[in-house]
């Protein structure tokens, strides 16, 4: 895959100011993937903490109560903003689904109370489609081959990084929303029908 960098610009968040960089990833001249990398100059140059975000529509721009993506991406950018690392941000909606497949898992989900993985089964669909390869290819563009502490509660995703060629040497728990009844139920859900570890539930 090829990795494209638009122009480098500064983001001003509540965190602080950020470096933000447009992202493209091609395959035989085929657009794969879009995206953004936010960083911040690593504090200890042995410890590069990353975050690999895919985009949350309900809960990033209309802020849906049971879903803890958004409260991720902010306890990322927080922690980020006093420590230096990246944020590798792709809109890769229903975990690389597609937003129309994530619509019709919910309503399955919403009429049958079906799980994440019961809803995605009834569509034929991969419950994570996702292979993190662009991912990686992104990260190695821009640190080599130094290692990451990843900044995830998921392991699906540090073993993605890892079989494309990145060094995870630790990862990091990003554990939010434990204080709303509805997102503990998300949360649960993850570790029971994804395997992600969230220690509190």
């Known amino acids: 895959m090829k990795v494209k960098f638009g122009p480098k ?10 470096d933000i960089t447009h ?31 895919s985009s949350c529509l309900f809960s990033e721009s209309f802020w849906t109560t049971d879903c803890d993506c958004s409260m991720q ?6 922690f980020i903003s006093q420590n230096g690392g990246y944020v590798l941000y792709f809109y890769e909606e229903g975990r690389g689904a597609g937003l129309k497949i994530k619509f019709q898992a919910i309503e399955l989900q919403q009429l049958h109370k079906y799980d994440t993985r019961k809803a995605y089964e009834c569509l034929n669909v991969n419950v994570d489609a996702r292979t993190f390869e662009a991912s990686a290819d992104v990260l190695k563009a ?29 990862r990091m728990p990003l554990i939010c929303g ?12 993850k570790v029971k029908a994804l395997g992600h570890i969230i220690e509190g539930l």
């Open 9 to 18: 610009i500064l983001l001003p968040t509540k965190y602080g100011d950020f």
């Open 23 to 53: 992202v493209e990833v091609n395959e035989n001249g085929t657009l794969m993937r879009e995206g953004v990398l936010l960083g911040k100059e690593p504090v200890d140059k042995e410890k590069i903490y990353v975050r690999v975000q």
């Open 73 to 78: 991406l902010q306890s990322a950018m927080e």
């Open 142 to 170: 821009v640190i080599g081959k130094q290692p990451i502490i990843l900044m995830t509660n998921n392991p699906g995703k540090v073993d993605g990084l890892v079989n494309n060629g990145i060094v995870v040497n630790e």
């Open 178 to 189: 434990l204080d709303s009844d509805a997102r503990k139920e998300y949360l649960a859900e």
